[in-house]
């Protein structure tokens, strides 16, 4: 038998004996509960039991736990217990939130990485993202703190990072205020020069969902961010390019951010964007569509659609697209540029 | 003592006795009366200090000797004193009144059979020795008659249990559960994957398509701005121009009105007299007041002379009327 895992009973009786089994007072056979429980929750029907048997309350003692490597385990179970829909309503009814969220501030970072994971797929549901809104200053904060660490934190800081990025970039989604009110645009500016990708395609995706509210695009172009945004427009990995647009395209709509993006220079970029990316895979159709609605919104100030108009026939190819969003938007481009008053 | 002893001699001489088994007594100091004894007390054997126990070789007997020491009866007559008074509250008990003097209680065994206590213990000393081996032949072997049918059976190997035969079902359990457990997680991995592109394609085109709502609600927003201001600036323009040509108009009437107005001006002064020669004001004002107000003082003198004179005429009229009448 494997000795890191207790003895998982026949039948209907084996989730209501390890949670039995969880009130013992050595951390050891607690631990081992745990890893079976782990293992047994990736089975839907047994997740479905344990969510109606009410016993995901007896996790909130675990939670606050002595031991790291039981608080992390319990982590891990919560994790898996969100992955499915009911599982993730329990743990919204129950008041499991509030235990979680203090393990944020947890001293072994394998259980916090696993708190992180937990909320994050809390997050993807609009109710757990609404549950989860009083949360942002907190992650805001150790979003913060997490900068002042060294950058040559390893994988785990980034994971972090990453997982906290994008729990923020859900939870703005729903209401982009919270994270607005507490200076998101300059720590997320901050975020987006660092080494990871996946930490610029979050900090990107957030920044765009932070810059749909009119707020947000003013803070955006009030900001430093801008240029760093545009030097991202050239990064390697599509996702960052994409979501770089993404915001390009947001601020743009707002006079103020047309003015700073044409002073930029921002047209060229986005054009060589275009022009690159006509081919018609499924992770570049939302790159080449964020730019053609900058280019749109660009086109609306006189001196781009000045730019613009010279360009018209690139402009011209991209409406024979294929795919017919990317022709609907290249047509509202080209009557955007060749509108007059 | 109801004891169910009973001895009794048989007719060939030979004497039984037989008693049901009972406990040993306790000891008492003073033995009661055998009528007030209605309860035996019994006694642990094990704690009977009666029961001789342990090494005998230092055993604490009676003396032999029947004349003790007067200052060993002086110590014994101590002891047992002080052995009284601690038992003196229990239970006032009967005691042997004290000798005479000169005579002194000695214990004596009242039992049937008399025993002679003394610390020799009487042994006897007994031993056997086995006679000394004499030579013998060995044994033989013994065998059995034989008695039935011989049969003789083997179990070859392979022939009870076939490895692989059994092991056939078990496997095909095990794998089939493995594999259908590992489909079921592909699956399970494979239908996320296509949510988590759902939901992507999904946030891009909301995206895409809030972007473009935005743009075109800032585009109204700045037309319906631009068109304000237009029909704002139009509208200024309209009054100003209006005003100007109120004012034109103003300044034409008053002009055309004030044209008129010196000559009107003048001539309604003039013809209110306003303008005026001093010296013909003066004589009309001053000269002529005075001229007439003299020429009506000279024709009221004359007035009043010729009404004098009307006066008296009339007067000498009637007189003379009055007169001639007669």
């Excluded at chain 1, 050595?26 to 009410?54: F, H, I, K, N, Q």
């Excluded at chain 1, 609404?130 to 980034?158: F, H, I, N, R, T």
């Amino acid at each position: 038998m494997d000795s890191t895992r207790a003895p998982v009973a026949f039948g209907r009786w084996d989730v209501p004996l390890l949670f039995g089994r969880l009130q013992q007072p050595e951390a050891a056979e607690r631990l081992r509960s745990l890893a079976s429980l782990c293992d047994l929750m990736r089975d839907p029907e047994r997740l479905y039991r344990t969510v109606t048997g009410g016993f995901l309350e007896q996790l909130q003692d675990l939670l606050k736990d002595e031991d790291p490597s039981v608080r992390s385990k319990t982590c891990e179970l919560l994790h898996l217990v969100t992955a499915h829909s009911i599982g993730r309503q329990a743990v919204l009814s129950s008041s499991l939130l509030p235990s979680l969220s203090q393990l944020l501030d947890d001293s072994s970072s394998s259980s916090r990485i696993n708190a992180l994971r937990a909320l994050n797929c809390l997050a993807l549901l609009p109710a757990g993202a609404d549950a989860l809104l009083c949360l942002v200053p907190k992650l805001m904060l150790k979003l913060q703190q997490q900068d002042g660490e060294d950058e040559d934190d390893g994988d785990d800081g980034d994971e972090e990072e990453v997982l906290l990025l994008s729990t923020i970039s859900c939870c703005s989604r729903l209401d982009a205020l919270p994270a607005l009110a507490s200076d998101g645009v300059s720590l997320l500016g901050r975020k987006l020069t660092r080494r990871s990708p996946e930490v610029r395609r979050e900090a990107a995706a957030s920044l765009m969902e932070l810059s749909i509210p009119v707020e947000g695009k003013r803070q955006v172009c009030e900001g430093a961010v801008l240029p760093v945004l545009v030097g991202l427009l050239q990064d390697e990995d599509v996702d960052v390019r994409t979501n770089a647009a993404g915001v390009v395209m947001n601020v743009a709509i707002i006079t103020a951010g047309k003015l700073r993006c044409l002073d930029l220079d921002v047209v060229p970029v986005l054009l060589d964007l275009l022009s690159k990316r006509l081919e018609e895979d499924e992770r570049s159709k939302a790159l080449v569509l964020y730019s053609l609605r900058a280019l749109t919104a660009l086109a609306e100030a006189p001196d781009g659609r000045r730019l613009l108009l010279q360009q018209l026939p690139l402009l011209a190819r991209t409406t024979e697209a294929r795919h017919p969003d990317i022709r609907r938007a290249a047509q509202t481009a080209v009557r955007v540029v060749t509108w007059t008053p | 003592m109801a004891s169910s002893s009973h001895g009794h001699k048989h007719s060939n001489g030979l004497y039984t006795f037989s008693s049901r088994p009972r406990p040993v007594d306790s000891s008492s100091k003073c033995r009661e009366p055998s009528s007030e004894r209605t309860q035996y007390n019994y006694g642990n054997i094990m704690y009977d200090r009666r029961v001789v126990r342990g090494n005998t070789h230092a055993q604490h007997i009676l003396p032999t000797t029947a004349q003790p020491d007067p200052a060993e009866t002086q110590k014994q007559m101590i002891k047992k004193r002080a052995a009284a008074r601690k038992q003196a509250w229990k239970q006032w008990r009967l005691r042997t009144p004290e000798a005479l003097q000169g005579r002194k209680h000695i214990d004596v065994q009242t039992e049937l059979y008399l025993e002679e206590l003394s610390d020799h213990i009487v042994s006897t000393h007994a031993e056997c020795q086995t006679d000394a081996f004499l030579d013998k032949p060995s044994t033989p072997l013994f065998i059995p008659a034989k008695s039935g049918k011989d049969v003789g059976t083997q179990i070859e190997e392979g022939e009870l249990f076939d490895f692989d035969r059994e092991v056939q079902p078990v496997l095909e359990v095990l794998v089939g559960k493995t594999v259908e457990q590992a489909l079921l997680e592909v699956m399970e991995e494979e239908e996320l994957a296509c949510l988590k592109a759902q939901q992507r394609a999904f946030e891009e085109l909301r995206h895409n398509e809030l972007a473009e709502v935005e743009r075109l609600q800032e585009q109204e927003r700045r037309h319906s701005e631009e068109k304000e201001r237009r029909v704002a600036q139009q509208k200024e323009v309209l009054k100003k121009e209006r005003e100007t040509a109120e004012k034109i108009a103003a300044r034409a009437y008053t002009q055309q009105y004030l044209a008129d107005l010196i000559p009107a001006v003048f001539t309604s002064l003039r013809n209110h007299g306003y303008f005026y020669d001093p010296v013909e004001k003066d004589i009309e004002m001053n000269f002529f007041p005075w001229l007439m107000a003299e020429v009506n003082n000279t024709l009221e003198k004359r007035y009043i002379a010729r009404e004098m004179l009307d006066g008296h005429l009339h007067a000498i009229q009637w007189c003379l009327l009055n007169c001639s009448g007669f």
